[in-house]
């Protein structure tokens, strides 16, 4: 898929439990400016619903299960993150879908920019009007 795919980080493993770390710089093709984390989401509830212009960010499901759809004019692809030490990057002019969250599901989200209303493509055929002119 266009703009986007997995990403498998380091896992460090012991009897005291794992850790996993994610550096700035080394393990991020952006400079992080913004994080944000999703929780307490309903299991019949669906979020996302739009692409960004310019943003890049990567997906963290820190506990529980997610799914999220990726979308373009062209391809449409759905991925499940869990608590396995793998992320998913979503570029610029990417359609998501985020639904199926389990309880106690957290989603942690590393952003490239500060947020801005003006970077969101929130109308389905809006979106697909510009993706098709830029892809
Ligand atoms: P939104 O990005 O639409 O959430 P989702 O794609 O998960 O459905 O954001 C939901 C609301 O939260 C919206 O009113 C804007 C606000 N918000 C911020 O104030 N700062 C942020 O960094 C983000 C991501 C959202």
Known sequence: MLNSGIM?????????????????GRDIPFDIKRIYYITDV???????FHSHRMLHQ????LNGEVKIKLKTPFEEEVIQLKNDSRGLYIGPMIWREMYDFSENAV????????????????????YLDEANKLF
């Open 8 to 24: 498998k980080f380091k896992r460090v493993e012991g009897k005291y439990g794992n850790l996993v770390p994610i550096e700035g």
């Open 42 to 48: 309903e299991s019949d509830i669906a979020r996302g």
């Open 58 to 61: 990567v997906l963290l499901c």
């Open 107 to 126: 989603l942690l989200v590393l952003a490239s920019d500060n947020y801005s209303e003006d970077d969101y493509i929130r109308n389905y055929d809006f």
